[in-house]
Each structure stands twice: as structure tokens, then as C-alpha cells.
């Protein structure tokens, strides 16, 4: 399977986060890269680099103000006298119906939802070029190809239209969906990642066109709190065209395919003309999270009975954090899906 990837994605080296309100070293590691490469090549994918698509794409899911503050929120941070070195923001509006705030500071906790996405002078072009993986991995399957992986890191879906969150800044996944969209009329994308991908949610929460399906841990006592909830079905001409299945804390291979089925079953009403699939790995039992409980078998079978729908289909690599079987839980997932 034809696999994109730049050197630029690993750039961006994240230091901390704040997990329960204390300071803790951030687990979206460039070394993540490494795994993941590995675990592509040994299920026999040959890696790519993607080109420059420049911000068409991107733009096409993401607000001009924001892409704005991506670029430019590093430099302008350094003015800040005794400012971190990362950006972080430490406020936040209460709701998004205000003012637009004109300062570093505002606009950081405007455009930031929480503290695990710190933004150094490497940011914005590693989060570019992941992007552009995803891009390129979706023009590949436009043109002809059954499936395509896209390597992205950082990764993307807590990313919303103008939000940063959770490790993620540019929505790979939603970029993706919006290039297919191109020529399919109909895509759907299915998020196996352990954490609900509220921001893929957020973008299309309007919009039958693109069908967003979420498989994770139950938010009741999880990140991302706020949604993922079996209730959020869509709204307006996007009303029902959003499936949440959360699951229980520690389910397992059993809980997670049988989730799957009744995914595969609103998936097919929909008829979508290709597929994307949010691949997350922090399911896993061993992944520091520890949210969920799914195997490295199990992977392997989520591979292959997503690949039974028989869809073109694009992955694109969101979490799973450093533990010894990050590469091969990656290498049973491809190769369980079949793609050579
Ligand atoms: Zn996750």
C-alpha cells in the first residue's frame, strides 16, 4: 500500500501538557514517527513523500483566521516579554459568539481549546506537511488506488474548523474527506481511534455529504468531555448524518467489533462512494491511555473487516502513543486490511 510521509512532520516536538492539572512531558513524540514507519514497512508498504499542495485543501475545512494564527501565533508569541517558549494559552472564551480578541494571548485561548497542542516555530510546517500526506494519500485513491496510508503527525481529529486541541492543529482526516469529495459525492469516515473525534464531528456536524462515524471510549470520564455522546446525531441538513458509538472503559476486541458491525450498518445505508478511516492505535491495552483494551489481533481484525466493505478507501494516522507494540499493532492493522 502506498504510504505518505515528510521529514517535516517530525519537527514539531511538543514538551508538555497538563494531564489533571499537573504538568506532565507530552506523549505526541516525533520518536511516534519511527514506530509507525516501521510498522508500515513491515507490512510491506513503500513510503512516499507527498508534494506541496498548499493551503487549497486545508482551507477547504479550516477558517482563513485561524490558518492565519497557526502560521503566525509562534513570532508573534516572542514579543511577549517573559513568554513560554511554547504558545499555550491560559484563557479561554466562555462562549465563541464574542468579540474576536486582536492579542497573541486572546487569540491563543480563542483558537486553542486546551494545553496538550503547545506551538513551537516547527508547528505549522510539521502540521502542513502531515496534512499534505493525507491529501496525497486521497488523490491516490482517486486515482484508482483501493487504499492509501497516510502517515500523518501530528495527528488531527480533535482539530475543529478554527480550534486546536488535543496534539492535533490541522484536521488530516477531514482534509482527506473534503479532497475525495472531489469526486465521490458521498464519503464517510469512521474514527477507531480511542478518543472521539470531536473536531471531524464539528466540521461536518452540519453536512450530509460526509457521514462521520466515531468509535471510542465513553467520554462520561474521558477526553474529550464535551462530546462523543450517543445523543450528538448532527444538526440541520446534517441532522442524523453523525454516529457516536461510545464504549465502555477497558472494552475489549469483542466490544470494539461488535461496535464496528453496527458502524458498517449505518455506513452502508449510506452508500458512501469512498471511505476514510481515522486511525487511532491508543485503543490498544497496552497504550499509555489505557482507555480501552483492544489487542494486537484485534487490530488485525478491524483491518480486515473494514477492508470487507470493499470501499476505497484512505487512512490516515491519528493517536497511539509510545509503547513497545505501537509499530506492530500499525503492521497487524495493514495487514489485516490486506493492502500490499
Ligand atoms: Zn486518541
Not at 499555550?88 to 480578541?101: D, Q, V
Request: hydrophobic content about 45%.
Amino acid at each position: 500500500m502506498k504510504t505518505f510521509y515528510a521529514e517535516e512532520q517530525k519537527r514539531h516536538d511538543p514538551k508538555a501538557f497538563l494531564s489533571s492539572g499537573a504538568p506532565q512531558p507530552n506523549p505526541e513524540k516525533p520518536e511516534r514517527v519511527e514506530r509507525l514507519l516501521a510498522g508500515a514497512q513491515a507490512a510491506g508498504c513503500t513510503i512516499e513523500r507527498p508534494m506541496d499542495h498548499g493551503l487549497g485543501p486545508i482551507a477547504a475545512v479550516h477558517t482563513p483566521e485561524y490558518l492565519d494564527f497557526l502560521e503566525h501565533i509562534f513570532t508573534r508569541w516572542q514579543r511577549i516579554e517573559g513568554a513560554s517558549a511554547e504558545v499555550i494559552p491560559n484563557i479561554h472564551p466562555i462562549a465563541r459568539g464574542g468579540s474576536y480578541p486582536a492579542s497573541a494571548v486572546g487569540q491563543a485561548g480563542y483558537h486553542m481549546a486546551d494545553t496538550a497542542c503547545p506551538i513551537s516555530g516547527e508547528t505549522w510546517q510539521s502540521a502542513l506537511w502531515s496534512a499534505w500526506s493525507a491529501v496525497e494519500a486521497a488523490e491516490a485513491v482517486m486515482a484508482g488506488a483501493q487504499a492509501a496510508y497516510a502517515l500523518c503527525r501530528p495527528p488531527g481529529h480533535h482539530a475543529f474548523a478554527d480550534v486546536a486541541g488535543g496534539f492535533c492543529f490541522i484536521n488530516n482526516s477531514a482534509v482527506a474527506a473534503q479532497t475525495l469529495r472531489r469526486q465521490a459525492a458521498r464519503v464517510a469516515i469512521l474514527d477507531v481511534d480511542l478518543h472521539h473525534g470531536n473536531g471531524t464531528q464539528g466540521i461536518f456536524y452540519a453536512r450530509p455529504d460526509v457521514l462521520t462515524v466515531s468509535l471510542h471510549a465513553d467520554p462520561v470520564r474521558f477526553y474529550p468531555f464535551f462530546s462523543g455522546y450517543a445523543d450528538e446525531r448532527g444538526e440541520g441538513a446534517g441532522l442524523g448524518f453523525n454516529l457516536n458509538l461510545p464504549l465502555q472503559r477497558k472494552s475489549g476486541d469483542a466490544v470494539f467489533l461488535a461496535a464496528l458491525d453496527v458502524a458498517f450498518q449505518r455506513i452502508r445505508a449510506f452508500a458512501p462512494e469512498a471511505l476514510v478511516v481515522a486511525l487511532g492505535l491508543d485503543a490498544f491495552e497496552g497504550d499509555p491511555f489505557g482507555g480501552l483494551s483492544v489487542t494486537k489481533p484485534g487490530f488485525s481484525r478491524i483491518g480486515e473487516a473494514i477492508a470487507r466493505i470493499g470501499l476505497p478507501t484512505v487512512i490516515v494516522q491519528e493517536g497511539g502513543y509510545l509503547c513497545d507494540e505501537l509499530g506492530d499493532n500499525l503492521t497487524a492493522f495493514l495487514t489485516g486490511f490486506g493492502g500490499k
